[in-house]
């Protein structure tokens, strides 16, 4: 394999076509969520990009409503992916773990310094999960890298968490922050 995590969701998919389509859904979903966590990580160090608070209390409503998009728009590829996919036992595990002690902020100071007035328990929460999507995605990364082959047990049951972790309380709090 060797050639990045779209070629683990290629080499298990049933129809090309769902892999295309589940593939850049995910790439989309990697930008923004990168988009969104780079933005705050900015703050957290002091860089009060945009220069004002008003700009800055835009650039978090616009990083949230770009990550809810391409998280929305997800749900139907993925679905159709795990349908296809239904692996024969359901004894596969996640291939990703949980946040990290790094991605464990609080976000209050964070956002006063920055004068943007956002709720911070929601900050948090889209924060951690958007990293657990990321590092999702680096695991299958690294997987291929490795040459390590998943089987399609463990790749539908890391999607099926994934899933869970995404239209749960994380599309409600995308959608709270992008208002």
Do not use: N
């Amino acid at each position: 394999m060797g050639g990045g995590w779209a070629d683990v969701i290629e080499l298990h998919a049933v129809d090309a076509t769902t892999a295309r389509r589940l593939t850049g859904q995910l790439r989309a979903c990697e930008a923004a969520a990168l988009a969104f966590c780079r933005l705050l990580e900015r703050w957290s160090k002091g860089d009060a990009v945009p220069a004002t608070p008003g700009a800055r209390e835009a650039a978090l409503r616009h990083a949230a409503d770009r990550a809810e998009t391409a998280i929305a728009g997800l749900e139907k590829p993925l679905g159709r992916y795990l349908l296809e996919l239904e692996a024969d036992e359901a004894e596969g595990r996640s291939w990703y773990g949980g946040p990290g002690a790094g991605e464990l902020v609080e976000w209050r100071p964070v956002l006063d310094r920055a004068g943007v007035s956002a709720p911070p328990d929601r900050v948090a929460s889209v924060y951690l999960e958007l990293a657990v999507l990321v590092r999702a995605l680096q695991g299958l990364e690294d997987a291929s890298r490795l040459d390590t082959v998943l089987d399609a047990s463990t790749l539908w049951a890391g999607l099926f968490d994934l899933r869970d972790t995404l239209f749960g309380s994380t599309v409600d709090d995308l959608r709270a922050l992008a208002a």
